[in-house]
């Protein structure tokens, strides 16, 4: 009886482990491997969503935009050691910045600050 109680309870417990690795999805298994030398830890390296699939960050935009300009058929992942943490694709200003010429002060001439009538 014990014998055969510890077989069935291995049994669980291999079939649970199994059953419990299958939920967790990891990124497109040779994307992450590749990508881990340029830090990531899982799929929200590039996506949105931890589980992956569609919903890209600004590094998986940069990424397909980067596919697109190389007219590649596949998205290649060394392509991440020319990818810039905050970098906007071009024409597009970032956070705070200003076009030239965009409410920019002359060196020259700084600006006098008027005194108010008293």
Not at 99 to 118: A, C, I, R
Request: glycine share 10%; net charge positive.
């Amino acid at each position: 009886m014990t014998k055969n109680l510890i077989k069935l309870s291995i049994a669980v417990v291999i079939t649970a482990g199994v059953l419990g690795s299958s939920f967790s999805t990891q990124a497109y298994p040779p994307f992450l491997r590749k990508a881990q030398k340029f830090g990531a830890k899982d799929c929200l390296f590039c996506h949105k969503e931890p589980e992956g699939g569609e919903g890209w960050n600004e590094r998986g935009q940069w990424l397909i935009a980067e596919k697109e300009r190389r007219k590649a058929d596949a998205i290649d992942v060394e392509w991440l050691a020319d990818y810039k943490e905050g970098e906007k694709k071009d024409g597009e200003k970032k956070e705070g910045e200003k076009k030239d010429g965009e409410n920019k002060e002359s060196k020259e001439e700084p600006k006098k600050k008027e005194k108010p009538n008293q």
